[in-house]
T-cell receptor
């Protein structure tokens, strides 16, 4: 079954801890993205990667880090430097330009600070 | 920089009535335009997209949208809504000429269908 898999669905973080959200896709998409969703604010771009071993900061990258060692995987680490990490996190990947530049999403991960 | 405005944060409508969800974007350069739907606690699902060609685009679940370049708008319509259409709807734009393939999203419109 092709798609974008995010895990875990729910994650709790204690103050001062780093946590990592997993995102895996088997769609052979080149580009991958991480968005943060807060109520009333829509989606805000954290990081994106267009190819393996390369990634760029989005609009709200502070307190987050990523890696792109494999085409299929784009994990997001929420570090202790992120002061307000409670949010819904969405991973996405993009069909190649020749197919229309459409972005598709995983099911999301809830992160809560306790 | 490109921006997307969804003027209505919430739209209540009775079942079987028509609905229009409005979306305007800021830049008139060549763009790709998208509408996504999000059900509670889930990711975003693509409803429809405009890439080129006909300005009237049909999508899933009976939705359609019209691209209006002069008004920089991409409004979403459905002639008769169902209870199951209750969800949040997001408009998004990607600059066609941008080498970075970034996608800018609106703040969403919550559609509530009333029985």
């Amino acid at each position: 079954d092709g798609g974008i898999t995010q895990s875990p669905k729910y994650l709790f973080r204690k103050e001062g801890q780093n946590v990592t959200l997993s995102c895996e896709q088997n769609l052979n998409h080149d580009a991958m993205y991480w968005y943060r969703q807060d109520p009333g604010q829509g989606l805000r771009l954290i990081y994106y990667s267009q190819i393996v071993n390369d990634f760029q900061k989005g609009d709200i990258a502070e307190g987050y880090s990523v890696s792109r060692e494999k085409k299929e995987s784009f994990p997001l680490t929420v570090t202790s430097a992120q002061k307000n990490p409670t949010a819904f996190y969405l991973c996405a990947s993009r069909v190649t330009a020749s197919s229309g530049n459409t972005i598709y999403f995983g099911e999301g991960s809830w992160l809560t600070v306790v | 920089a490109q921006s997307v405005t969804q003027l209505d944060s919430q739209v209540p409508v009775f079942e079987e009535a028509p609905v229009e969800l409005r979306c305007n974007y800021s830049s008139s350069v060549s763009v790709y335009l998208f509408w996504y739907v999000q059900y509670p606690n889930q990711g975003l699902q693509l409803l429809l997209k405009y890439l080129s060609g006909s300005t009237l685009v049909k999508g899933i679940n009976g939705f359609e949208a019209e691209f209006n370049k002069s008004q920089t708008s991409f409004h979403l319509r459905k002639p008769s809504v169902h209870i199951s259409d209750t969800a949040e709807y997001f408009c998004a734009v990607s600059d066609r000429d941008s080498g970075t393939y970034k996608y800018i999203f609106g703040t969403g419109t919550r559609l509530k269908v009333l029985a």
